[in-house]
């Protein structure tokens, strides 16, 4: 008896120390997101000390400097709120599409459905990134439009599952009887099941988050990020130049990427087990 | 693997295959559209371009003067005939540009997956055989780190250690420059150039299939045919190995199916880290040079190649699950 | 002649998160080589926990051996390790299970996974292995065993299936097969069938047969003798004609009363005796079927009645069931009068 019930018991208490972690983790770069612009007013982007100084050399710039001589601190702090800002931005674009196509989808049925079904295999059938970096070569490269692009490109996975959720509520009772009632569509989709089918659709909404974060610092890894913000990937696009004699410049906006989207993994999963009890156990 | 049922799930994608490629190209045109000002114009003053007969092929290619509708059937059956524009910037038509880079990239995509998988699915068979130990444990660890980590820096980082500090691997490129040898030799060299590229590629792939592999092994080892396999007197390696692996691999092949697309577009990022000559690299350098025909051709024929990769996907797993009917 | 197999106080708990629960509680019983013992009870009793017992199929957790012996040919199964074991499982000792669809791997074809169990514990090649393996299939009367031999469980019928299973079960010869609910989950006419099949085949073989069901009205045509459980313990134990004609035990006279004539409503065929069995976690001090036993007096709520020869070759486990047997003449006088 002892076995089963301390490996459940710790099955239980690693995931909900995971999902603590990670609320920890993310605070922090939210924290740091917020105060960028008191600890390090002004342009990230300004040359402000000797070139490729080393971390831990220099107390001015705990994390060193990178070719041109800016402080890489301040380009993090300030890359956490592009980092952010676009993570969930972009998430909330693609819930919004993916929850209105989702929503026509599984409420209309019929050849309503299948042209909405048939759409999201086709953005399914693009590759992702491939795609993102169109757009945003098209568009041009500012912020708003990798949020656009990262939000067309993110969706798919919400609008099934929000449509799976409506084929499941549709014909509920309490659907029915607001149909019943003359409730018109819009009122029945967005104020009687919507609400119903939104918790796991949270869930994945926080775990695109992630994905976007991953977009973004690719996007900028390549060159095609925003010129006049900071960002992560954009660092270690940089960096690469360096790598064979300073590599930490690379090396740190990295690890802050990782622990980012690890954190938001790690919330996505613990929210999972949360409103999917029925996969608690697993 | 019964003849029937594979031809008609060839024929079946291939009725599919053809909507969705409209599709594609019409999102392309779109795309064109949406752009700031005249494509042509942005194209042609990005570059430079003055020469009066590239114009007007560029005009003839994307029929600019027509109204919209035709100039979209116009693309459409432009891209039908294999015709992805003209570019500039390779000075060649892009659909053989494109053709020419195919082999590198399958040859990084293919070998990152294939990592992905041997190496996911038996992290993913020894955490579920050895739930709840030390080993379940750390490959659940790893799983979630390269879930959570860039390719891109992944590969970086896996250069500094390799190549730069232990010059164990070269830094990029596909083959060394001026080498010479048999083919035995050459094909070991391009492998050495294999390792650390695929390697960025697959690990975070192989995250998920560790992950995907575990749960579905747990999920397997509930089932009733696994208690025959051992009441038959089978040793628990071969009720593994033999039963509960080969049920517990469907869903990892539906996972690799869904992610073609993913998988390409990543290695397009890898490539460019690596110096790899394949379609990432004329990717980035089209993405950097605004070579908008070549942009759009890649997008084009990178849908192309997860329809047909998901048709291969789909053909496994009419071997592998016999239960699958084609109807 | 000593038996084939011969169960001494067999103990399995189950290890749960609310406690230690007695699932089948000093079960003792044994079946000669030819004979077939037929286990019986509702759902929950114990019968199918002692079946994997037997062939050391626990789940685990939550399910332990925890005392006994499994003495197979004097050889105790239960002190045998893992490795042991598995030369024992389907070469001496055979299990068939009650959903034969889901009992075979859907994805391997159903004449490998009969080859392998022969490649399993013989040293037949693998050519060899096909031909023994296309013989049983003809053994458990699968017409055209060759074609039959590549197809996929889920192109077979659930008899198909029970059939392969039991091809897989005396592929190589075994003392003892476990048959649990084989026929629960096939149509009446398919029933019959793998009845007959199983009785033929055991009288060429000649092995011992432990025939697990909640069905009554099976045990009279394929046992010779029946063992009666309830909330993990053998309340009954006797000759087939004997049990029908005169159960001893209140909860036997039960089930005999919930059998149904005819082949009708077979889903109810339980529901007239009142009551629910206890849950394991909370037995009553006294005889667990008391609470649902009309005979139940004081001294069943207080105490628990031990197994005793009630008459040579009869066990139960009742304080009543001296009245009980009085009762049964009355009645039988009464009928035959």
Redesign the interface.
Known sequence: MARQLRFEMTGRFLRNRGAMMGSLILAAVVLTALLAPVVYPGDPLRIVGPAELWPFQDARFPLGTDALGRDIAAMLAHGARTTLLIGILASAASTVIGVTVGAVAGYYGGWVDEAAMRGTELFQTIPNLIFILTIVVILGPSIAHIIIAIGVVSWTSIARLTRAEFLALRNRDFVQACRAMGLGDVAIITGEILPNALPPVIVLSSLIIAGAVLFESAVSFLGLGDPNVASWGKLIGDGRELIRTSWYVCTIPGLAIVVTVLSLNLIGDGLNDVLNPRLRDR | MPERPVLRLLRRRLLQLI??LI??VV?NFC??H???GSFLDVMTSDNQVTDPALIARLRTTYGLDDPLWLQLLKYIAAVAHLDLGFSYRQNMPVFDAILAHLPATLILMLSGLGLAVLVGVTAGIIAAVKI?TIWDSIVSVLA??F????S??LG??L??LFA?KLRWLPVGDMTTLGADGGTLAQLLDVLRHLVLPALSLGLFYAAIYARVMR?SM?EVFR???V??????????A?VTL??VV??AL?PVVTMLG?QM??V???S??IE??FAWPGIGTL??DA??T?D?PM??G??VL??LM??AANLAIDLCYLW????IEVG | MAPALDVRALQVSLFTRTGVLPAVDHVSFSVAAGETLALVGESGCGKSLTALALMRLLPDPPARIIGGEIRLDGEDLARLDERAMQGMRSKRISMIFQDPAGSLNPVVSVGRQLVEVIEAHTDLGRRAAIDRALELLDLVRIADPKSRFGEFPHRLSGGMCQRVMIAMAIACGPRVLIADEPTTALDVTVQAQVLALLQRLQDEIGMAMLFITHDLGVVAQVAQRVAVMYAGRKVEEAAVDALFAAPLHPYTRGLLAATPKAEVDRAARLAEIPGMVPPLGNLPTGCAYAPRCPLAGKRCWAERPALTEATPGRLVACFAADAMQDRIVNDVAVVGS
């Open positions: 909507p969705l599709g594609v999102v795309l064109i949406a752009a700031p709840d979630v780190v879930f959570a980590t860039p891109f820096w970086i980082m250069t500094v730069v749960s747990l089932l009733d045919f208690r025959t396999a051992r009441a038959k007197g089978l040793s628990a071969r033999a039963h080969r049920n469907l869904l697309g993913t390409l577009a990543g397009v990022v460019t880290v990717l980035f993405v950097s605004r908008y942009v759009l890649i997008m990178g849908s997860v329809v592998l699950d016999p239960r």
